[in-house]
Structures are given as structure tokens and as C-alpha cells.
């Protein structure tokens, strides 16, 4: 049953209040364990007079009881609620409530000539602006002191309840991902600062908070979902203009709003990649430019090498920005861990340049020189303090591999990515017989399967680096059917489910197609010996 007004917690978190029939509590509440305070289903409008007509004549009666006025009895307690004429928080509610669909394709915005396209994950999108900026003067006396929050001054800016909690969860929760090779952290403190000044970064956070909170508690995202759609009006007009004021604020939004869209990594449509893609491409400068601007191309970077990889996106990124960076003439951890990076999507974006994923020889020694030369110039406190050899003899499938520093984690998994990709574009020798070939097919694999058990090594060595789950998992959905060991699949599958535990990233169909994978390779190779270590 549908709740006309919605329980307070509802109200405040802006969702829709259901209850079942003959139920207590609503839905959201019982899923959450909280007290839910419904409203009476019923309400009392105070009526002091009334119109009746006598002899065609209207006449008007005061409705004064008398002192004397004889009261019924009633046979059980009565509770009197005196309820306040809150017409502006109903039409609020009623307002988000009534949801549209709004329209964006990034690759055909306007000045390519194309129509944009319906996003089919916003079908659902509230036409009421959220309330940031809010003049307290202008505020009902009787609004609940607790559900506007006070930032700073009587004259700032307030933010619900809801909001507040989705923004702290960003900095707590989210913005640590996109910070992990970045030693100003603009993400966790100055992109919120612009959230602040800025309704379009504003709604991107409070969108991909929502998502992943709803993702967590496995409940549906209408909430991000309202909070995408206002983001994307804003975008988009700001996208009109981006020829002549395309700023850092929209570099921010993108970006944010394709972690939004990665977050449904199944059904990624990547229409903020594309977005993205064209922005950073548009300020030439933004990979260089130092600051928030080039924190956030980094950022976008990875982001465009975990398309490539899992859904064999080609890298359509100006690279040459990227090598006027400042990480090429630092010494810290995170300068360190973005050149490895550059190095890694360079080679992604040669395979693709060439035909059939294969290098010249050329071009593929020195890549793989400018690989190894990072390898043996890193510094030494890059150096794991603790290290175990994986043995599947023991059970450990995967090795220990203790590091220092946060971006050391994140930068040797892209070391070992760029290991892989070398692997895989090397051109075979046209010297080389059929057996040759096929030896060369093998040791491939098995030299695949060696990085990609580092690399989920890296993950759970150094549990509190979230960031490391990902590139694991996309190497996994990658190169997993390279693992044909029965240890290494089983402590494989538990890593991703780990994955989706922790970080709130899909990865129950990533174990269902390497299951299929693995059964299916077996049956073609079923005499063969698994490996060991």
C-alpha cells in the first residue's frame, strides 16, 4: 500500500514510502531495522465556520462549542494530534515523486550533428531541484530543526540530512578510489568544497553515493537515479557552452558520473566515457595543467584503461598530454605509480593501432624497454616488507606481498598489467613450425597466469587499498580461463566474491563465465596434468 505523506526517515532520505497492507513499518525502514514513524492515515483540517444557505440567503455559523457541550463517551483512550498546515513539504514530496525520462548521448551532443538518445537507466528522474542552496529566512517555522543541516553560517548554504550523509560517504567511502595515486587527495577534499559552490558536482556526488549505498543494501537506486537526472540537465546545458567554458567543474562531473556508470559494470553503456573522453581531449592542457584538472585526467586515464581492457574500448585518449605531466619529473610514490600507468594504456593503445593486436618489433622493444627501465629505477622503498611465495601444494594460491604505500600497490599491478599486454602483442617469429606456435600459445598463458596471481596477490595483501580490487577483477574477466589450476580458480572465485562484497562491484557473472569457461576448456584438455608451484 502507497503512504500518502511517508514516514519522517522516508521524507528525509527522499524515497518512496511503501508499507505492505495491514503492516507497521514500511518497507525501506524494515529492510534498514529502524524505527519507522508513520504519519495517522487520516487528517484533520480545521474547520471554525460553515456557509448555509436559509431562504436563498447564505448565512454563516461560527462553529463555537458551548461550555455546557455534552461529549460522548468513548470506550477506549484517545490521542489528539495537532497536525500543521505543511503544504510546501507536501508538494515537495509530491514533486519527487513524479518522475521523467530524460535524454543524453554523449558521442551525438549537438555539434555532431546527431539526436540524443534515451538513457535506459534513467527512467526515473524527479523534476524537483534538490534543496541545497536554501535562505533560512525563507524557511517554515514549523520545518523539524533536524532535517535541514546548518554549514558554517546562518546565511550559507544547508544541506538535508540525507545529503550530508551521502557526501560524507563519498569522502569516507568513494573518493579514496580515485585518490590512490594522488598525494593532494583532490577528490576526498577539494572536489566536495566544489560540490559546495557547484549544484552540478553537488547532484554527480550525491548520485554515485546513492548508487553504491543502494548497491550495498541491494535495494533499487531511485534515489541515484533521481539525483543522475538532475545532474544530467545541468550537464547538459553546461555542455552547450563547453566550446567556449568547458571548466574543471565539468571535467569533475564526468568523471564522477562514469564511476557512476562503471558501477553497473554489466550493462555499462559508457556514455560518460565517451564524454569524458571528448572533455579531457578538448583542454589539451588538462593531463599537464598540475592541480584539480590534472588529478582528474589521471583519474579519467584509468578509467579509459579499464574500458580497453574489460570492453575492448580503443584508448582514443591524446597521450601526448599526459607525457608534458608533472608525474614525469617527480620522485614521490604517486608520480611513480601514474607513469607505470601511462606506460601500460600506451601499450593498450598501440595493440589496437595495430593489426590483429600484434607490435612490430621496433615499436614493441621499445615500450617493452621504457617497461623495464620503470621496473629497475623504481625506488626501493617499493620493495614488498614482507613477501610469501604462492604454493598451491599448501593451498595458497596467490602470494604475500606486503606494501608501504598505497599508490606502490596500485602501480606494480599496472606493472604487471603491462607485463601481460607485452606478452600478448609480441610477434611470433615467421621462423617458428606449427609446434613452435602452439608452445608459444602455451607459454603465454601460463606467463599470464603468473602476473594475474601477482596481481590478486597485491589485492588481498593490502586489503585496505580498495582501489587494487578492481584492476584484479578486470584482469580476471580478461585472462581468468589462463588459470587451470584448481586452486587457483577456486581461490580466484573467492576473490571476486570478496570483490563484490567489499566494494559494492557486480562480479556474480564474472564467476558464473569463468566457471563456464573453465568447464569448457577441461573438456577439451581433459589428460592434462594440472601445474603446481
Known sequence: MRVGKGCERCRHRHIRCVIPTGASTCTPCLRLGQACHLDPRFQFKPVHHVYQKNNGVPTRFELDWDKEQVWVDVSQPVTFVLETNDESAGNRDSALEQYNSPALEWASH?????????????????????????????????TSTNSQLSLLSDNGPTLTLREASLMRYFIQKLAPWADVCDIHSHFSTEVPRRALENNMVLQAILALS????????????????????????LLIAALDQAETNCDENMLITVVILRIYEELENKTDQKFHLLGSNRLVNLVT??????????AVSWQFLRQAIYASVVQYQPLQLDLQNYERSSMFHRHDDAACANRIIYYCARILQLCCDAPEHVLGQDTWRQISDSVNEWNQTKSTTWQPIRYQASSVAAGRPFPEIWMISPPAVVGMQYYHSACIFLTLSESPSHNMSDYERACSRRMKEQTIADHLVVVIGLSLSNESVENAYFMASHLLHRFGYCLRNVVEQKGSLQFLTRVEKVLGWRTSWMIRELEHQWVELAAFDPGRQYRSK
Open 110 to 142: 549537438g555539434r555532431s550533428g546527431g539526436t540524443r538518445a534515451s538513457h535506459s537507466e534513467d527512467r526515473y528522474q524527479p523534476q524537483a531541484r534538490s534543496p541545497f542552496y536554501v535562505n533560512r529566512s525563507s524557511q517554515d517555522s514549523t
Open 285 to 294: 592542457r588538462s593531463a599537464s595543467s598540475g592541480g584539480m584538472a590534472e
Open 210 to 233: 546513492a548508487r553504491h549505498d543502494a548497491i550495498l543494501a541491494n535495494s533499487r537506486d531511485w534515489e541515484a537515479s533521481a539525483y543522475h537526472g538532475q545532474c544530467l540537465r
